[in-house]
């Protein structure tokens, strides 16, 4: 064992080990993209970089051995700075949708393609289930939410939005029209009790997803039935309320306990406070009500803190009008969702920071080349025409939902560009440029598909498929900023990866080169 | 299409099937072929070990390789800097006008012509230099494009059809010495060869014709130096074929006339000194001690050009009678290899490449190394615009550079050298192999050398166009056969070098001052310079000097004497504003700092570095901005792309330089672009990179407030295409050559009336403002 010294610390690595393996065996946690044991080594990424404690020059941690007496900074304000500029500047070439636009746009963020796959191979109920992730009430919202997905939808661009609201709407309905209603899986009690004041849309996705988490919840709301705006401001013509009250017997069902026509005065908010370990307030815009209450209010609503919806440091929090007076009932549902997760944080005694926005790559406007590219992995078909009572059939609902163009990445789950994007909170716009280049997809391969303008040349799938003697391969072509990664003398990528397609797809560090799944 | 493939069996059977053959195969296909057919590479790749995977790929990295055929002519547009400066790019545009290629096509439809940008030609003192196949043309305005192509369809069939004796007596009355550097021979040397052979043979004379490297003047090219036995040499430069006959004869025939015309045309110098055109110019005879002349050659001191003019590049005779070989001879047959290690070490040499790392020492690393081998090579993958030492030395000095390899092998215990040698240097790769073909013959090479038992292999290694090549690592991984990717050093070639052995990597300059070093004792070496930076450094003088050329100073010498003494100050009465230093590594340096002696610290200090030695002089009539914004879009270009920051952070940097410039700039872009090169300084992985911010960062440091010009919608010189309008003055005289020379139509024709530019109309290509003879022509 050799002594070096990391941050000040000394430490004992083994010798003939590189700097950035050092670190990793000793609980250094050091980002890489392009290093990769047991292939050549290739010095590309850089955002493994680690500070020379002695000279102060900077040097990528993957491509030194240790040396006895080295001193490293691995982790202060500059190395951090050194890492997150490599990745802006990675990002800044890096030309994809990490989530699609819809999803991004959607106020719950639902996974909107994926539910649109499924629904596209006739998988109701698993649609169903992707949606009942961010979306409590779906046959309601499938009837009143005004879609700011779809105006974010790519298919915008060459025809008409893919009517996501409606596809939606489906899945809710196919499955209030079951014999058996899905119940998702509730996490095992936590035996805390939480107080939701006010069983409109925020109220009741907070009640849905608490109870989800394994809370105790009980509602407490004015009117004789629980709804809300849902049920007083909104026609019964659009939402029948036997549709409403199906999807709210489901949050019964979940457990939580309704308390109608009670009115949430100073004394009972207190004694709620008291009785209960949480206490959320999603009773609508009242701020002189509030102020009684004891809460600092501002000009719109009660005063919260950032992304938590939590009142100061109190077991205190606030969702919905109760904040800023909001008339779409999509948001006033998304955060009924985030707040769980806060309170959720509070509960388990960790900090309470909200639930996480992870970083997004985002390109904007597809250009008129690109709408091919999108096309591969869709239908031209047009739009199918529906009337909005009736909503659309199962055979409708297939061939709507395979007009989607699938604009999220495949490689969102283990993509480390996106992971260290996070990390470092890097900025895609930093250092971004007018020009761009366009996105092509090669999907003729069986197992993987290709985007090569994702990629952020590390080589790894150059060395991968050079080592296993691919007969083409995939290699660099030209040079400098306009070098590309492809199959030699311009052959298919079926040739190209004929030995070792998935172990590249795996390695790839982002979703240049993904797994069709 | 399918090609004939019976070539590449050939090829491949010749130069061997391993992979490292790569890149001489892919040269051989190319040479046959005019480029790189697909069924070509897929061939090779049948035959050998060579993967479809390598062969396109390396293929696709150097900028050597084509992949269509090119045109039937190759017309070369120099960019280099000091081609750049005097408006290269117009010239480009304009050719390409003429041609009618549009947009990035670079062939003509009937495959005649392909036209590129070449990153120097090594004629900077030519600058705007153009060259058709082997003709090269200097001084290109705009205006003429059209005629060079003229004159070109008319020249291509002429040559060869004389054929030469050469004279030998045994009686010699003299000797005619003439240039054969690339600037001579660029400036039409090779004609006046001929007319030197035609006279002598002609008028039977016993005169010997001698062919000698660069002299260093190059501004003076072409140059023909009469040596009259027992008499005083005289020089004659800017000579032309058809003057010939008639110098001859003054020199070969009563003197006493002579004398009198000499002196007649040296007061004429002044006025033509400034090579400023080439039209129209007659030949001036130059007395060597004159006071210009002796300035070009007095604050000099050669050391790298020992005997510049004096010798024969490929005669072994010549350079034994100078002293050739005797210090290879002293220290081989010494038997001690250390005592070279220390003599080095004593005269305090560092590498002449730019880094300035001291060169005894890293002979020393390689040779306390063991291992069953080690190689050495000679780094002349010169690719700086601007810069020719490599190039000179290399066709000037080739039995010296052979010399200082060998001894370095003998010193470290290596046994086979490599000159590496851009392809785009073919003069100086077939005087290398001549020389050591010679060296062979006389046993300097070989398996048992000077009869000690020493054994040394070198051969010619051709580079394929690729400047991060310059870098160490990268070079290796050249000579492997491999994409020029330059990796982390640790290891340090000294360690493990080419195929993995310690290698010694020197610049060609260090080479060729090895041998004088060891045969002057290090003293005479250590004696000039500064304490730091010993000895002499060469460089390629150009820009805006009255004399341009390539100097060799003594460390130490101030950038004002370079440019006031030796350059002769700024041509055409304009003011010194900058020396750019170091070419895309290096940074400008503001005339305020002009007395910063020339030393690898001194010039750090001062935001610019040694580099290979270009030396760009700047007037006030430069762009800072557009320098800054030009080197970087070298070094951009010439990013491998292998490391985030530089791939990608130099291609940002220039597109604010270039937004910038375009008039789209804003206060923020200034700070961005100064986050972008302070990272991309720090955090590259190799010394393209960790430099390639040099230029903008010196630029931003010393000339901001042009920066804040452009970005408030001027360009001070009105250099910046889109931020200036050309408009003629009321000066003009209606002689209607604007009109004529305008390939816009912007300019209505209207004989001895002012002229007026439709600016709309106007596409900036300069025609107007290089023809007007009353400068009538301006940008505002």
């Known amino acids: 064992m050799i002594k070096i010294i990391v941050d000040n610390k000394e430490i004992s690595v083994r010798p003939g080990i590189r700097v950035i393996d050092a670190l990793r065996e000793n609980g250094i946690e050091v980002p890489s993209m392009c290093y990769m044991t047991g292939i050549d080594h290739f010095t590309s990424c850089m955002v493994c970089l680690v500070r020379d404690g002695k000279t102060g020059n900077f040097y990528p941690s993957c491509s030194h051995m240790v040396e006895e007496g080295m001193v490293i900074i691995s982790e202060d304000e500059e190395v951090r700075e050194s890492r997150k500029i490599a990745l802006e500047l990675l990002l800044s070439e890096h030309v994809g949708d990490c989530e699609a636009p819809c999803q991004i746009a959607c106020p719950a963020h639902m996974n909107i393609p994926l539910m649109n796959r499924l629904l596209a191979e006739g998988k109701f109920d698993e649609a169903l289930r992707v949606v009942k992730q961010d979306i409590a009430l779906p046959a309601v919202l499938g009837r009143i939410c005004t879609a700011p997905c779809e105006g974010a939808c790519r298919r915008r661009t060459i025809d008409e939005p893919v009517s996501i609201c409606l596809l939606k709407r489906f899945a809710g309905d196919h499955d209030l029209a079951g014999d058996r209603k899905y119940l998702p899986f509730r996490e095992s009690p936590k035996n805390k009790r939480v107080a939701v004041i006010g069983a409109g849309p925020a109220g009741l996705s907070a009640a849905y997803y608490l109870s989800v988490r394994g809370y105790d919840c009980e509602v407490y709301d004015r009117n004789r039935m629980p709804g809300g705006s849902l049920r007083k401001e909104v026609d019964a013509a659009v939402l029948p309320e036997e549709v409403l009250d199906a999807e709210i017997q489901v949050i019964r069902d979940l457990g939580v306990t309704f308390h109608q026509d009670i009115r949430v005065d100073a004394e009972r908010f207190r004694e709620l406070h008291g009785h209960f370990d949480a206490v959320l307030i999603a009773a609508g815009n009242h701020n002189d009500e509030y102020g009684k209450w004891g809460l600092n209010t501002v000009r719109t609503g009660l005063e919260t803190s950032g992304d938590t919806f939590r009142i100061g440091d109190t077991g205190i929090f606030a969702v919905g009008s109760a904040l800023r007076p909001t008339r779409l009932a999509i948001r006033a549902l998304g955060q009924g969702k985030e707040v769980a997760f806060s309170i959720d944080q509070l509960l388990t005694g960790r900090q309470v920071t909200g639930e996480p926005f992870l970083f997004n790559s985002r390109f904007g406007k597809l250009a008129p080349e690109e709408f091919e590219e999108y096309l591969k992995e869709s239908v031209p078909d047009a739009r199918v025409a529906v009337s909005h009572n009736r909503g659309f059939s199962r055979e409708e609902v297939i061939r709507e939902a395979a007009r989607c163009m699938h604009c999220d990445c495949r490689g969102i789950p283990d993509c480390k560009l996106r992971i260290y994007a996070d990390q470092y909170g890097a900025s895609q716009k930093r250092f971004g440029s007018d020009s761009r280049k366009l996105v092509g997809k090669q999907i003729q391969h069986d197992a993987v598909i290709f985007e090569p303008s994702k990629c952020i040349k590390c080589g790894i799938c150059v060395r991968l498929t050079s080592a296993h003697k691919e007969e083409f391969g995939l290699t660099f072509i030209g040079r400098g900023f306009d070098v590309e990664v492809g199959v030699p003398f311009g052959e298919s990528l079926k040739k190209g990866l004929r030995k070792v397609a998935l172990k590249v797809a795996d390695a790839c560090p982002t979703g240049a080169i993904s797994r069709k799944v | ?780």
Not at chain 2, 625 to 647: M, P, W
Not at chain 2, 751 to 756: N, S
């Open chain 2, 1 to 780: 299409m399918s090609t004939d493939l019976s070539y590449i069996d050939a090829i491949v059977e010749s130069l061997g099937k391993e992979q490292r053959y790569v890149i001489p195969i892919l040269q051989s296909i190319q040479k046959r072929y005019n480029y790189l057919p697909e069924d070509a590479l897929r061939r090779v790749c049948e035959l050998t070990e060579i993967t479809p995977a390598q062969i396109v790929g390396v293929a696709s990295f150097y900028a050597q390789f084509r992949f269509k055929p090119a045109g039937k002519h190759l017309i070369k547009v120099c960019v280099g800097t000091a081609c750049h400066v005097k408006g290269s790019e117009q010239v480009f545009d304009a050719l390409k006008r003429a041609l009618n290629l549009k947009g990035n096509a670079d062939t003509t439809d009937s495959g005649s012509y392909t036209v590129e940008k070449v990153n120097c030609l090594g004629c900077c003192t030519l600058a705007p230099v153009v060259q058709i196949d082997s003709i090269t043309y200097g001084h290109v305005t705009t205006g003429q494009v059209g005629n060079l192509i003229r004159d070109f369809e008319e020249q291509k069939d002429t040559t060869g059809k004389k054929r030469f004796r050469n004279a030998e007596g045994e009686e010699i009355e003299g000797e005619i010495r003439i240039g054969l550097g690339s600037c001579c021979v660029a400036s039409g040397s090779e004609e006046i060869r001929k007319a030197v052979l035609d006279s002598i043979e002609r008028n039977n004379l016993n005169v010997k014709l001698k062919h000698v490297g660069c002299v260093g003047m190059c501004h003076q090219v072409p140059l023909v130096e009469i040596v009259p036995l027992n008499r005083e040499p005289f020089l004659y430069s800017k000579v032309q074929a058809a003057d010939v006959e008639q110098i001859i004869s003054k020199h070969f025939q009563p003197k006493g006339f002579l004398r009198k015309t000499g002196f007649r045309l040296l007061n004429l110098l002044d006025t033509f000194l400034d090579d400023s055109r080439w039209e129209g110019i007659q030949r001036y005879a130059l007395d060597t001690r004159e006071k210009h002349v002796s300035s070009f050659l007095g604050k000099q001191k050669p050391i790298a050009t020992e005997f510049r003019g004096q010798i024969n590049p490929v005669d072994m005779e010549e350079y034994r009678e100078r002293g050739g070989f005797t210090a290879l001879q002293k220290y081989i047959l010494n038997g001690d290899p250390s005592r070279i290690i220390d003599e080095l070490k004593r005269s305090g040499i560092r590498g002449r490449g730019g880094a300035g790392f001291p060169t005894g020492k890293k002979w020393e690393l390689v040779a306390a190394r063991k291992s069953d081998r080690k190689y050495v090579i000679c780094n002349g993958d010169e690719g700086d615009p601007g810069a020719f030492m490599d190039r000179m030395l290399l066709e000037s000095y080739p039995y010296r550079i052979i010399e200082g390899i060998i001894i370095a092998g003998y010193a470290t215990g290596a046994d086979e050298g490599f000159f590496y040698i851009r392809a785009e240097y073919p003069l100086a790769v077939s005087r290398v192999q001549t020389a050591i073909d010679r060296c062979y013959e006389e046993g300097y090479l070989g398996e048992n050398i000077l009869g000690t038992g020493f054994r040394f292999n070198l051969s010619i290694y051709q580079g394929a166009g690729a400047f991060v090549c310059g870098e160490e690592t990268a070079l290796i991984a050249s000579i492997e056969g491999n994409r020029g990717f330059p990796r982390i050093r640790p290891p340090f070639p000294a360690d493990k070098g080419l195929w993995g052995k310690p290698t010694l990597v020197n610049n060609t300059e260090t080479f060729a001052q090895i041998a004088y070093i060891l045969r002057h004792q290090s003293d005479s070496f250590n004696s000039i310079g500064t304490s730091g930076s010993k000895g002499t450094k060469v460089f390629a003088l150009a820009g805006k000097v009255a004399r341009g050329g390539l100097i060799e100073v003594p460390m130490g010498i101030t950038i004002r004497e370079v440019v006031m003494e030796i350059g002769g100050g700024i041509a055409n009465g304009r003011a010194f504003k900058a020396v750019q230093i170091g070419g895309p590594s290096g940074g400008c340096v503001p005339s305020w700092l002009a007395d910063t002696p020339i030393d690898y610290e001194s010039l750090s200090e001062v935001g610019a570095m040694m580099g290979s030695g270009g030396l760009v002089v700047l007037d006030d009539t430069d762009c800072m901005v557009d320098i800054a914004k030009y080197f970087l879009s070298f070094t951009q270009n010439e990013s491998c792309g292998k490391c985030t920051f530089c791939r990608i952070g130099t291609k940002r940097m220039l597109e604010i330089l270039e937004k910038i410039t375009e008039g789209n700039g804003q206060e923020s872009d200034l700070e961005t672009l100064e986050v972008l090169a302070e990272w991309t300084r720090k955090g590259s992985l190799c010394g393209l990179g960790k430099t390639a911010p040099n230029p903008v960062l010196s630029t931003l440091k010393y000339f901001r407030e042009e920066y804040m010009a452009h970005i408030n919608g001027t360009c001070p010189t009105g250099k910046c295409k889109d931020l200036i309008k050309y408009y003629i003055t009321e000066d003009c005289i209606g002689c209607t050559l604007c009109a004529q020379s305008c390939p816009a139509d912007a300019i209505a024709f209207k004989p001895l009336e002012r002229h007026v530019i439709d600016t709309e109309r106007c596409i900036k290509c300069d025609s107007c403002r290089q023809v007007c003879p009353e400068n009538a022509v301006i940008t505002r």
